[in-house]
């Protein structure tokens, strides 16, 4: 056993600050270089500047002291725009239904059961909604009994994460939110055979659509990024083949009218991040 695992607690992560507790000091002094960095840029974008795009922020948790930001960033993200669900997202990236405005589809990764405890009380509350992807393998899950099969979530063993259960799932769906697959094992699929990324998009879909008696249409990749983390000339027409109807990156940037459902652009953001930082995030640059 790790260092940073013999030192994780017995209880699953609660907070952000608990979240980041095990980082080194260049983790922390880089996240205070790359903080002021943003700071200074941040007034010379805006995500006003254009239209006719359709954004996709993610995340990955709202933790217990993350539910303030997060609250603040749906204001912010309905202030300059419209929030919208996958399908609609999907249908105007297709060209279905134009792109007229400004539009933000909120996602998030993994399965964490602070998705039910922070960020849907949340959502409800402000009358938003959200596609939820879930490694499928790892909901159900109990931070007691798979004590080392959670810590392995994450390559440096030093957090325990609890995930949502499947009825955590049902009550997301009936409150209007979207369940979409992450795969079984949230893997790499560029590091597996075909027959093997193959078995990871369809049983994550098979065991979601037993679950919730639903059809689970988008596939979110682990990881995300074109050519390191999947193939793209090669995954996303296997999750096509599989029935998704899309499949979601982590490269950022809007998606516009004639672009791709399955080569979805999104945005990484952490719910408490100043304003300024999703501004950056998400915006043009005003001059230039």
């Known amino acids: 056993?790790?260092?940073?695992?013999?030192?994780?607690?017995?209880?699953?992560?609660?907070?952000?600050?608990?979240?980041?507790?095990?980082?080194?000091?260049?983790?922390?002094?880089?996240?205070?270089?790359?903080a002021a960095a943003i700071a200074a840029l941040a007034p010379s974008r805006s995500p006003t500047r254009t239209t006719g795009?359709?954004?996709?922020?993610?995340?990955?948790?709202?933790?217990?002291?993350?539910?303030t930001g997060f609250a603040r960033q749906l204001k912010y993200f309905k202030n300059i725009?419209?929030?919208?669900?996958?399908?609609?997202?999907?249908?105007?990236?297709?060209?279905?239904?134009?792109?007229?405005?400004?539009y933000f589809c909120l996602t998030f990764d993994d399965g964490f059961k602070n998705w039910i405890e922070n960020a849907l009380p949340i959502l409800v509350e402000h009358q938003a909604v959200a596609a939820f992807f879930v490694a499928a393998g790892y909901i159900g899950t109990d931070p007691e009994c798979d004590r080392?099969?959670?810590?392995g979530f994450y390559d440096d063993r030093s957090r325990l994460m609890a995930f949502l259960n499947w009825e955590d799932c049902r009550q997301m769906?009936?409150?209007?939110?979207?369940?979409?697959?992450?795969?079984?094992?949230?893997?790499?699929?560029?590091?597996?055979?075909?027959?093997?990324?193959?078995?990871?998009?369809q049983r994550s879909k098979q065991m979601i659509e037993a679950e919730l008696r639903q059809p689970c249409?988008?596939?979110?990749c682990p990881f995300g990024i074109p050519g390191v983390d999947f193939m793209p000339d090669t995954h996303p027409d296997m999750a096509k083949a599989l029935g998704y109807r899309s499949f979601l990156t982590t490269r950022r940037g809007p998606n516009r009218a004639g672009g791709s459902a399955f080569a979805i652009c999104r945005d990484h953001m952490l719910a408490n991040a100043p304003i300024r930082e999703v501004r950056y995030f998400l915006g043009d640059p005003i001059w230039g």
Not at 1 to 27: D, H, I, K, W
Not at 53 to 59: D, L, T
């Open 173 to 201: 769906a009936a409150a209007g939110m979207t369940i979409g697959s992450h795969s079984v094992d949230h893997v790499y699929l560029s590091k597996m055979g075909a027959d093997a990324a193959r078995q990871e998009m």
């Open 217 to 220: 249409d988008h596939f979110c």
């Open 53 to 67: 795009w359709v954004r996709f922020p993610y995340y990955h948790h709202v933790f217990d002291d993350e539910r």
């Open 148 to 151: 080392e099969r959670l810590l």
């Open 81 to 102: 725009g419209e929030i919208i669900g996958i399908d609609d997202a999907v249908a105007m990236i297709d060209g279905e239904t134009p792109i007229d405005g400004r």
């Open 1 to 34: 056993m790790t260092p940073a695992a013999m030192s994780v607690g017995s209880s699953p992560v609660r907070t952000y600050r608990a979240f980041r507790a095990n980082e080194g000091l260049g983790q922390k002094f880089r996240g205070l270089v790359r």
